[in-house]
């Protein structure tokens, strides 16, 4: 059974700072790709990040490339999303996502395992 569970959420003012984990159940790790997304209030869940089973390869969605890193460490079974220069628009509940594979998977619907997500709440 694949258990994801997100962590490291809560409320942060603009410009600060969140990272949140993922731990993963999968084994091995390793032969996984890591997804993060997210939900606004009111809207649909969308792709943020992406990382491959390495970690060599990443991407993100334009909102957050630069501000962000998705990180992942294979001995621990975690996944990362260090969240810098938050901003209100980044309020949502956050997933984190698993697949079989070895490349990135950027398609909520390529993700066959969901976490039950974590809060951010950003203030103005």
């Known amino acids: 059974q694949v258990q994801l569970v997100e962590s490291g959420g809560g409320l942060v003012q603009a410009g600060g700072s969140l990272r949140l984990s993922c731990a993963a159940s999968v084994r091995p790790f390793s032969s996984y790709a890591m997804g993060w997304f997210r939900q606004p209030p009111g809207k649909e869940r969308e792709f943020v990040a992406a990382?491959?089973?390495?970690?060599?390869?990443?991407y993100y969605a334009d909102s957050v490339k630069g501000r962000w890193t998705i990180s992942r460490d294979n001995a621990k079974n975690t996944v990362y999303l260090q969240m810098n220069s938050l901003k209100p628009e980044d309020t949502a509940v956050y997933y984190c996502a698993a697949v079989n594979g070895y490349g990135l998977e950027l398609s909520l619907q390529g993700y066959p395992y969901w976490g039950q997500g974590t809060q951010v709440t950003v203030s103005s």
């Open positions: 990382i491959n089973w390495s970690g060599r390869n990443t």
